[in-house]
């Protein structure tokens, strides 16, 4: 560890891990509720260990990502975290929108919007939290004047992040656009913006682990994360194969899910 603020990404690797622990439990818990018999059947549902195994999930990848981020500013600012303060403000408001979504969730506290269920102050929290996380990251490369490319990437993939929750802000009546925007969070997370935020993480750890030319290595990154990002957008269409979107969205979800 090069420098001391570097420190703050073992808690949020730590709560990450317990996060993931607890995802493995109610997922092999929802496993078993296939079986039967089933004891916990009026305490623990399928549909509540479900909400809480799939939500765990988004929760602890994003942690992970946090944590990864304030290991790795540093060491390509080549200076210090703006805040080591605030980010641990930001990780005990995280936990604590966690631990109480998922109490939430027993007792079916939740928008019923699957992989979206947190209740809108819930949401509101996890706003706040990445407005956070985007100052503290912001600010430590701004003081360090020092930007490279792995940190752009790592920039960008984390503020379209947070633009593209904003659809799981509002409330829909109509299910069919419900599920329409609810894509734009999930599937533009998962196979878009992440793969550019794992692409800069990436891009960092063979660098540093092998030794490879920085110029080649992110000459190579803008080409993968492009080319992950375009087939991301479009092949968010796999998703719209049977909500009533027209039918020109089948042959595109086909080919970009599969270039994917």
Not at 119 to 125: N, T, Y
Request: charged letters at 10%; glycine letters at 8%; hydrophobic letters at 55%.
């Amino acid at each position: 560890m090069r420098y001391q603020s570097q420190s703050v990404a073992y808690w949020y690797f730590a709560v990450a891990m317990v996060l993931f622990g607890l995802q493995l439990v109610f997922g092999l818990l929802s496993a078993t509720k296939y079986i039967g018999p089933d004891p916990l059947l009026y305490i623990l549902p399928f549909d509540v260990t479900k909400v809480i195994h799939t939500n765990l999930l988004i929760v602890w990848v994003l942690t992970g990502f946090m944590g990864a981020t304030y290991w790795m500013i540093p060491e390509e600012s080549r200076a210090e975290l703006h805040s080591t303060k605030l980010a641990y403000v930001q990780l005990v408001l995280w936990t604590l929108m966690g631990v109480t979504a998922i109490i939430g969730y027993l007792f079916r506290y939740g928008t019923g919007n699957k992989l979206l269920e947190q209740p809108l102050p819930h949401k509101i929290v996890i706003v706040i939290c990445m407005l956070i996380f985007l100052y503290n990251i912001g600010m430590t490369i701004r003081k360090a004047g020092r930007f490279t490319t792995t940190e752009a990437v790592l920039m960008i993939g984390f503020v379209s992040a947070a633009l593209l929750y904003l659809p799981a802000l509002l409330h829909y009546e109509n299910y069919t656009v419900s599920i329409f925007y609810r894509w734009w969070t999930i599937h533009l997370w998962v196979e878009g913006v992440w793969m550019m935020i794992m692409g800069g993480f990436l891009a960092y750890l063979l660098i540093r682990l092998s030794g490879a030319d920085r110029e080649v290595m992110e000459k190579w990154l803008y080409v993968i994360v492009g080319l992950v990002f375009l087939a991301g957008i479009l092949g968010t269409a796999h998703h719209y194969y049977w909500v009533g979107v027209p039918t020109y969205w089948l042959p595109i979800g086909g080919v970009f899910s599969a270039l994917e």
